[in-house]
T-cell receptor, first 111, second 112 residues
Framework: GESVGLHLPTLSVQEGDNSIINCAYS??????FIWYKQESGKGPQFIID?????DKRQGQRVTVLLNKTVKHLSLQIAATQPGDSAVYFC??????????FGAGTTVTVRA | SAVISQKPSRDICQRGTSLTIQCQVD?????MFWYRQQPGQSLTLIAT?????????ESGFVIDKFPISRPNLTFSTLTVSNMSPEDSSIYLC?????????FGSGTRLTVV
C-alpha cells in the first residue's frame, strides 16, 4: 500500500491498495480530532473521529491513529476504491467546538 | 446527525455588492459556525453564530464585512458585504453535534 511519513498535498494510490494520510496538529491541548472527506462541489463529510484518551479507532475500512507524543494523526483507508478519490482534511478541536483544519491531501485512485 | 440546507449553492456577483447566505438546520442547535474555503485551500473559521447574542469573530474577520444573524436555534445567515474578487470562495456553515461536526454543502461565490 501507499504510505507517507510526512504530510503531502497529494497521494496517488492503486485501486485495492491501502492508503495512509498523515497530519500534524499544533495544539498539545487539543482533545478531539476528526477526519473529513471532501468531494468536488460538496461540503466536508465526516469520516471518523478520535478523542485524545485513545490512540486508535476503527471504522468501516478506515482507521485513525493518534500519536500525542509527536502530535501526529493518520488516516488509513483499506482496499482503496475509486469512490475514495477526494480531498481529505484532518481537524482538531480548539475548544468550544471550533475546528482548526489541516492543509488537506488530495487522494487520486488509479484503476 | 443534523442535516444542513445551505443556499444559494453558488452565485456570481458584481464587486461592491453584498450576498446573504442562508443556513437551515433540521434540528435545534446551540452553536453554528461559518467557514471560508478559498480556492484550493483548507477551511478557515470566520465566526461563531450564537443565538440571542452577537456573533464571535475570529482574527482577521470583522462584523462590518461579514455580518451574521442568528434569529433562532435552526437558522443563520452570513452576509458578505462590499464584495471584491478576493472574496471569491466557498462559504460553509457547520453545527457541532455529539459526534463530529456536520457541514452544509457550501455556497460557491465568484466575484467579478
Amino acid at each position: 500500500g501507499e504510505s507517507v511519513g510526512l504530510h503531502l498535498p497529494t497521494l496517488s494510490v492503486q485501486e485495492g491498495d491501502n492508503s495512509i494520510i498523515n497530519c500534524a496538529y499544533s495544539n498539545s491541548a487539543s482533545d478531539y480530532f476528526i477526519w473529513y472527506k471532501q468531494e468536488s462541489g460538496k461540503g466536508p463529510q465526516f469520516i471518523i473521529d478520535i478523542r485524545s484518551n485513545m490512540d486508535k479507532r476503527q471504522g468501516q475500512r478506515v482507521t485513525v491513529l493518534l500519536n500525542k507524543t509527536v502530535k501526529h494523526l493518520s488516516l488509513q483507508i483499506a482496499a482503496t476504491q475509486p469512490g475514495d478519490s477526494a480531498v481529505y482534511f484532518c481537524a482538531e478541536n480548539r475548544g468550544d467546538y471550533k475546528l482548526s483544519f489541516g492543509a488537506g491531501t488530495t487522494v487520486t485512485v488509479r484503476a | 446527525s443534523a442535516v444542513i440546507s445551505q443556499k444559494p449553492s453558488r452565485d456570481i456577483c458584481q464587486r461592491g455588492t453584498s450576498l446573504t447566505i442562508q443556513c437551515q438546520v433540521d434540528s435545534q442547535v446551540t452553536m453554528m459556525f461559518w467557514y471560508r474555503q478559498q480556492p484550493g485551500q483548507s477551511l478557515t473559521l470566520i465566526a461563531t453564530a450564537n443565538q440571542g447574542s452577537e456573533a464571535t469573530y475570529e482574527s482577521g474577520f470583522v462584523i462590518d464585512k461579514f455580518p451574521i444573524s442568528r434569529p433562532n436555534l435552526t437558522f443563520s445567515t452570513l452576509t458578505v458585504s462590499n464584495m471584491s474578487p478576493e472574496d471569491s470562495s466557498i462559504y460553509l456553515c457547520s453545527v457541532g453535534v455529539q459526534e463530529g461536526y456536520t457541514f452544509g454543502s457550501g455556497t460557491r461565490l465568484t466575484v467579478v
